[in-house]
């Protein structure tokens, strides 16, 4: 018994509890309910939510990982065609001939450069989707939000005149400016009946 191994009891267990999940598995994707699954093999219904679980991790994780393998793999073959495009030297031919320059020599043909380039973009694109790297990045929004009030506008314009006719006053003190340049009009040396 000390020798850590599992004991014919629960090996049993584990034997019976893999057949209960396939079983499970099996009979949930005829549409049965888990209720009436564990009523046909005569485990509850939370046993039978426990094997479903379980037999879907077996078989969709690792299903997924293989295709995901499968199709980077192709991905990196498509990759090294399209560089192979990329890196060739193109010449324009026309009616079976190829087209010189005024110099004699042939005339470089950018099409399928674009092309390749085009492509190797494309199974980039594939690429970052199949490995989720397109997620998209939630934005910080910092938004502040002021009411302002009707009043607080008047008073603001009531501030902003006042400081515009005192700029003016000082200026028209100091000889910068006629008083009636501004719209100031001349005082008599008290306060404006305005302010």
């Known amino acids: ?4 191994g599992p004991t014919p009891h629960a ?18 994707l005829t549409g049965l309910t888990l209720r009436e699954i ?10 039978v939510h426990l094997r479903i679980t379980a037999a ?19 991905l990196d073959r498509l990759t090294v065609k399209a560089w192979e495009v990329l890196e060739r030297d193109h010449v324009v ?21 674009l092309a390749a380039v085009g492509t190797l ?8 989707k199949l490995l989720g790297l397109d997620a998209p990045i939630p934005l910080a929004i910092d938004a502040h939000v002021h009411q302002v009030d009707p009043a607080d506008i008047e008073l603001a314009q009531m501030i902003a005149e006042a400081k515009r006719r005192s700029a003016a006053e000082e200026a028209r003190l100091r000889g910068e400016l ?18």
Do not use: C, F, W
């Open 93 to 113: 031919v026309q009616h079976g001939k190829i087209v010189r320059d005024e110099e004699g020599n042939p005339l470089r043909d950018d099409g399928p450069v």
């Open 121 to 128: 973009l494309r199974i980039s694109e594939r690429r970052s």
């Open 178 to 195: 006629p008083a009636a340049a501004e719209g100031v009009p001349e005082s008599d040396g008290g306060t404006d009946g305005g302010l």
């Open 1 to 4: 018994m000390g020798n850590g």
């Open 56 to 74: 879907l991790a077996e078989r969709v994780d690792p299903l997924v990982d293989q295709y995901r393998t499968v199709e980077l793999d192709r």
């Open 38 to 47: 564990g009523a046909r093999l005569g485990i509850a219904p939370s046993t």
């Open 11 to 28: 090996r049993g267990n584990s034997a019976q509890a893999a057949e209960e999940t396939a079983a499970a598995y099996e009979l949930r």
